[in-house]
């Protein structure tokens, strides 16, 4: 408390400013913390990585491009913007058919 009396010199109030730097410090890494879950859980443990929500995606997307072409592959290029060789690569990919089932 001296310390920052001292720092803070004619100042009326003291300020975070005024506390020695290793507790500044301290008190800012403490509130940087990852927030916890509404449910105390850990947030990271709640949330699935990206790469599983983009495949997800992708794999909905293909299924409803296929059943909206009838199988065409031309005509599911052509609306997908994929090249023949991509489209083939990732339907292979989510083991999906041109007749739209999965080949699990």
């Not at 850990?42 to 299924?63: G, K, V």
Request: charge should be positive; proline fraction near 5%; glycine fraction near 6%.
């Amino acid at each position: 408390m001296e310390w920052a009396i001292t720092v803070a010199r004619q100042e009326p109030t003291l300020f975070p400013k005024h506390l020695p730097t290793e507790i500044r410090v301290k008190i800012a890494r403490s509130s940087v913390k990852a927030p916890a879950h509404a449910g105390g859980e850990d947030l990271a443990l709640t949330l699935r990585p990206i790469e599983s929500h983009r495949d997800q995606m992708e794999s909905q997307y293909l299924h409803e491009l296929v059943a909206a072409t009838k199988g065409d592959i031309k005509a599911a290029c052509r609306i997908s913007g994929l090249s023949r060789s991509r489209l083939y690569a990732l339907l292979k990919k989510h083991k999906i058919g041109m007749s739209g089932k999965s080949s699990n």
